[in-house]
């Protein structure tokens, strides 16, 4: 269901996540590390298994979401295979969509990471020997599809097509942005530049830029660039870069990956 890597300061792994678990790879994919199998009830739950929602957190961990609303917490060594079930955090009731790690500079008593569920809540977290729960965000009714973090301010894309940013200290809302006309299935991060990339089922790609404003500290979104992929459903999008000056986006029956 989703491929990533995760970059930690001493080795890189691709992370995939499925319906039977969690299997981590060298960089290159040519050896398998770790493989965790998810666990399926007996009796035949209403729900499917699976796990989605990958990202690497605190030097040497990469966390990963699953269908039971669970987040599995993998300490990862330098080098070798033996990875660990670290910490299983137990704060989400429905399934876990995304989770992000921050990509800039965090301010003080700002969470680290964030996850996010089918029921739009989101939970802040601050990373180390034990994960600590910050603040917990409550969905409106609307799937929060993907987040990412980055310079202590949340940015979260929705089912309903808006766009609404947090801050990752207080949790008070910032802004809000009606992005798209559908469903929201990508944003991305360009660490760099602040600049936002978000995909949605509208066949648009939209890239924003987020600041903070210097005398109020306020947290500002600026349109940059408008994309339409025609007859598509963008359901992946991805800046190439960590400035931002080129993304790549593929869409649902798409076979091709179009950059940009």
């Known amino acids: 269901s989703q491929a990533a890597w995760c970059e930690l300061p001493a080795r890189v792994l ?64 330098p080098k070798g295979t033996n990875v660990t079930l670290s910490e299983v955090l137990e704060q989400h009731r429905d399934p876990v969509t995304d989770i992000a790690a921050e990509q800039g500079q965090a301010p003080d008593g700002a969470g680290d990471l964030v996850t996010a569920d089918d029921s ?18 409550p969905g409106s009714g609307s799937t929060c599809s993907s987040v990412a973090l980055w310079n202590g301010i949340v940015a979260a894309g929705y089912g309903n097509g808006q766009i609404r940013l947090w801050e990752a200290g207080s949790g008070r809302i910032r802004a809000q942005v009606s992005a798209h006309a559908r469903w929201i299935y990508a944003l991305d991060l360009a660490p760099l530049t602040g600049k936002l990339l ?3 089922e509208d066949s648009f790609v ?55």
Request: aromatic share 10%.
């Open 14 to 77: 691709l992370v995939l996540t499925s319906q039977r678990g969690v299997q981590m790879y060298e960089a290159d994919g040519s050896t398998m590390v770790f493989w965790h199998a998810l666990d399926v009830p007996e009796l035949p739950a209403a729900h499917s298994v699976f796990a989605r929602g990958i990202a690497a957190a605190g030097g040497r961990f990469v966390c990963v979401g699953t269908s039971f609303g669970a987040v599995l917490v993998f300490d990862i060594p």
């Open 206 to 260: 939209h890239v924003w830029k987020l600041s903070r404003n210097p005398d109020t500290d306020d947290i500002e979104v600026q349109h940059c660039h408008a994309e339409c992929v025609t007859d598509t459903q963008v359901c992946g999008a991805r800046f190439c870069d960590p400035a931002g000056d080129t993304f790549a986006v593929t869409g649902y029956d798409l076979s091709e990956i179009l950059c940009y």
């Open 120 to 137: 739009g809540t989101l939970c802040l977290w601050s990373t180390g020997e034990e994960f600590t729960l910050l603040g917990k965000i």
């Open 198 to 200: 978000s995909g949605a």
